[in-house]
C-alpha cells in the first residue's frame, strides 16, 4: 500500500513545495492528500488513514495547534505522526507544539532537504521501507 | 589507487573503481560530485561562476565554467555511463566568501544559489553539503566506494557522508544588508 | 525596539526567504525611485501581538514572475498562470513577516493573518518603503519594496 501523506497549509503554491520534496525524496509513488486548514484535515483523517501529517500553524477555521490538540485527544489519530511546518521559528512556539504531541518541527523558510532530514528523523524505519517500495 | 584530476572550469566522469576524482583549491567556485552506486559510476564538475548569460561565448567555448550549463552535462555525461537520477548521491562543496580578481565578495554565495537552483528544478535534492566559510577545500571522490572526501588547509582530511545532510545552522555568508 | 532595528530585522528576513526559497539574492538597499513604471505585484498581511502590525510587500512583476518560478521548479519559457503568481507572491509575504518576527525577542506568540493580494491599481503606502532592496536571479534584476506599519512604532 502506498505511503499516505496529507498536506495542510493554506497556500496551495506551499503545498505543492513540499510535495515536490516528498516525492523528490524517493516517495513518487505517495499518496498525497491536502487540506487548507485544520477543519478540513480533520475531517479527511476521520476518512482515511495516513501515514504522516505536515501542517502549518497560522491557518483560518482551525490552526495547526488546535489540529494537534484534537488528534491527540484521539485514540486512534493520535497514532499519526505530525509534523509543523511552519513560520513560526521561535524556541517556545517549537518546544509547545512537541510537547502538545507533534513529532518534528520544520521552520519555514526550509531548503528542501532540510524537511526531507525531518521526515527520515520522524518516520525512521516507515519512511524508509517505504521508500524501498 | 590512481588520481583523476579535476581543474577549475572542468568536468571528469569515471566508471573505473580504482580511479579517484579529485579537485583542488575551491575558494568561490563550487565542487558538484555525483556518485550512482549501483552502476559504479562518479563525476565531479568544478565552476567559477553562476550564469553563463554573462558570457555566452565563454560558455561556448567551456561549458563547465558555470553552473547553468555545467552542471546538466555533468549529470548528462554521467548517464552517459549507465548512471541513473533517482540513484545518485550528490554532494556538494566550495562556494567560499573570498574576493576574487573583481574584488566581488559575494560570488561563492552566488554560486551555491544558482547550483541550489538549478538542482530544484531538475528535481534533484543534495544528499551532504559544505559550504561557505571564507577558506579553500580540496575534495576527492572514490568512484569505487563513492565516499567523499575535504581538506582545509591545516586540517586533516574528513569524510562528507551521505548521511551529513545539511544540517540547521545559519546561512554560512553574511547577508547583503 | 527602535524603527532601525526592526528595518534590519526585515532586511535579514527577506534575505533569509529568498535565498532559501527562492535561490536569489539580495544585492543591497535600491536607489529610490529605482523601479518606477515597472508593473508590480503587492501582497499585504496584518499580525496581532506585541507589537501589532502590517506588512506589505511590492515586488516588480518580471522579477516576481523569475521568483515563482523558481519556488515552483517551473521550466525554462513555462508560462505560470496569475493565481499562480498571485498565490506566490502571498505567500513570499507570510514568509518574510513570519521570519521577522521569528527575531523578535518575546514569549509571545504573533498571529498571522491570511496574506491577501493587493488589487493591481490600487495606491500603494504613502510613505517611502521600510526597506526597498535589489535582488537577481543572476540574469536580470529588479526592487523589492517592503512597508512594515506597526501600532506604536517605537523611536
Redesign the interface.
Known amino acids: 500500500m502506498a505511503f499516505r501523506v496529507l498536506i495542510v497549509d493554506d497556500s496551495p503554491v506551499m503545498r505543492a513545495f513540499i510535495r515536490?520534496?516528498i516525492a523528490?525524496?524517493?516517495m513518487e509513488d505517495a499518496d498525497f492528500l491536502e487540506a487548507s486548514d485544520g477543519r478540513e484535515a480533520l475531517t479527511l483523517l476521520r476518512e482515511q488513514w495516513v501515514d504522516v501529517v505536515l501542517t502549518d500553524i497560522n491557518m483560518p477555521s482551525m490552526d495547526g495547534e488546535e489540529l494537534v490538540r484534537c488528534l491527540c485527544a484521539d485514540d486512534v489519530l493520535k497514532s499519526v505522526p505530525v509534523v509543523i511546518v511552519s513560520t513560526d521559528g521561535t524556541e517556545t512556539r517549537m518546544q509547545q507544539m512537541l510537547s502538545l504531541g507533534a513529532r518534528g518541527y520544520v521552520k519555514k523558510p526550509f531548503?528542501?532537504?532540510?524537511l526531507?532530514?525531518e521526515l527520515e528523523r520522524v518516520l525512521g524505519g516507515a519512511y524508509a521501507r517505504s521508500r524501498m517500495g | 589507487m590512481t588520481n583523476l584530476v579535476v581543474g577549475i572550469a572542468d568536468c571528469q566522469v569515471s566508471n573505473l573503481a580504482d580511479q579517484v576524482l579529485v579537485t583542488y583549491a575551491l575558494g568561490s567556485c563550487i565542487a558538484v560530485a555525483i556518485h550512482d552506486p549501483v552502476a559504479g559510476v562518479g563525476g565531479m564538475l568544478h565552476y567559477m561562476l553562476?550564469?553563463s548569460?554573462i558570457s555566452p561565448t565563454k560558455a561556448g567555448e567551456n561549458p563547465y565554467m558555470f553552473a547553468d550549463t555545467g552542471i546538466p552535462l555533468l549529470f548528462r555525461r554521467a548517464y552517459g555511463c549507465g548512471a541513473e537520477k533517482?540513484r545518485l548521491v550528490v554532494r556538494v562543496a566550495g562556494g567560499a566568501q573570498v574576493m576574487d580578481s573583481q574584488g566581488v565578495f559575494?560570488i561563492g554565495?552566488?554560486n551555491y544559489?544558482?547550483l541550489?537552483?538549478i538542482l530544484?528544478?531538475a528535481?534533484?535534492?543534495?544528499?551532504a553539503e559544505e559550504v561557505g566559510g571564507n577558506h579553500s577545500r580540496t575534495v576527492r571522490l572514490e568512484v569505487g566506494s563513492g565516499r567523499f572526501w575535504l581538506r582545509a588547509p591545516g586540517s586533516a582530511d574528513r569524510e562528507l557522508a551521505p548521511s551529513a545532510?545539511?544540517g540547521?545552522g545559519a546561512?554560512p555568508w553574511p547577508?547583503?544588508? | 525596539m527602535p524603527d532601525r532595528e526592526w528595518d534590519?530585522m526585515l532586511?535579514?528576513a527577506?534575505?533569509?526567504v529568498l535565498?532559501?526559497m527562492f535561490?536569489?539574492?539580495?544585492?543591497?538597499?535600491a536607489r529610490a525611485g529605482g523601479s518606477a513604471g515597472v508593473p508590480r505585484l503587492a501582497a499585504r498581511l496584518g499580525f496581532e501581538g506585541t507589537p501589532s502590525g502590517v506588512l506589505t510587500l511590492s515586488v516588480s512583476e518580471p522579477v516576481m514572475r523569475a521568483l515563482a518560478a523558481?519556488f515552483l521548479?517551473?521550466?525554462e519559457g513555462e508560462t505560470l498562470s496569475a493565481g499562480q503568481l498571485g498565490s506566490v507572491v502571498c505567500e513570499l509575504a507570510n514568509m518574510i513577516c513570519g521570519s521577522l518576527l521569528s527575531r523578535v525577542k518575546t514569549e509571545e506568540h504573533f498571529r498571522l493573518s491570511s496574506p491577501e493580494l493587493v488589487p493591481e491599481g490600487a495606491p500603494g503606502p504613502a510613505e517611502p518603503p521600510s526597506?526597498s532592496?535589489v535582488v537577481s536571479?543572476?540574469?536580470g534584476e529588479g526592487v523589492v519594496d517592503l512597508w512594515l506599519a506597526l501600532e506604536c512604532r517605537a523611536n
Not at chain 1, 111 to 114: S, V
Not at chain 3, 23 to 29: L, Q
Open positions: 515536490r520534496i523528490l525524496s524517493g531548503m528542501p532537504e532540510t526531507r532530514e | 553562476p550564469e548569460a533517482r559575494n554565495k552566488r544559489l544558482a541550489r537552483k530544484w528544478k528535481g534533484v535534492l543534495v544528499q545532510g545539511l540547521k546561512h547577508s547583503a544588508s | 534590519e532586511a535579514a527577506t534575505s533569509e535565498e532559501t535561490f536569489t539574492g539580495v544585492d543591497g538597499p523558481n521548479a517551473a521550466e526597506q532592496l536571479d543572476g540574469v
